[in-house]
């Protein structure tokens, strides 16, 4: 198992492309994450708990990664990656979501924390209508 590492993830990419992307050519499949820079797009979810489903927004336009955070684990046993991310602009008025498919690098570096051990499968959850991980 590969200890902790940083990584430079690359210019124009999509953000959760390229952590899923890192992740899984370092052969790592459960560990959690950090990411700052700066982004030119954006695409955020929020969990509508009563829907059970993600409410979508873009954002078009420079912005600061104050944080990004997450987890790596397994989905249909393929590396999932799991961020939210909270973004300022140039007010410095910060918000967040989910990190979505949509969000175009322009500066991230990335701090990541491999676990040892079995990785943690996600599997769905009824009550609350996610894939979550399987603690059985």
């Not at 430079?8 to 992307?21: E, F, G, I, M």
């Not at 959690?32 to 829907?51: D, E, P, Q, R, W």
């Amino acid at each position: 198992m590969e200890g902790p590492f940083l990584s430079r993830l690359p210019k124009q990419a999509d953000l959760l492309q390229a952590l899923t992307s890192e992740f899984s050519q370092r052969g790592v499949e459960t560990g959690s994450f950090l990411v700052i820079g700066a982004v030119t797009s954006a695409t955020m979810g929020f969990y509508n708990v009563y829907k059970r489903e993600y409410e979508v927004k873009s954002f078009q336009g420079q912005y600061e990664i104050v944080n990004c955070t997450g987890n790596i684990s397994l989905r249909d046993g393929k590396v999932f990656v799991h961020a939210h991310i909270i973004l300022a602009d140039q007010d410095f008025k910060c918000f967040g979501g989910h990190l979505m498919e949509g969000t175009q690098i322009f500066a991230a570096e990335l701090s990541a924390f491999p676990f040892p051990g079995d990785a943690l499968p996600r599997v769905y959850d009824e009550p609350t209508g996610l894939f979550l991980w399987s603690m059985d």
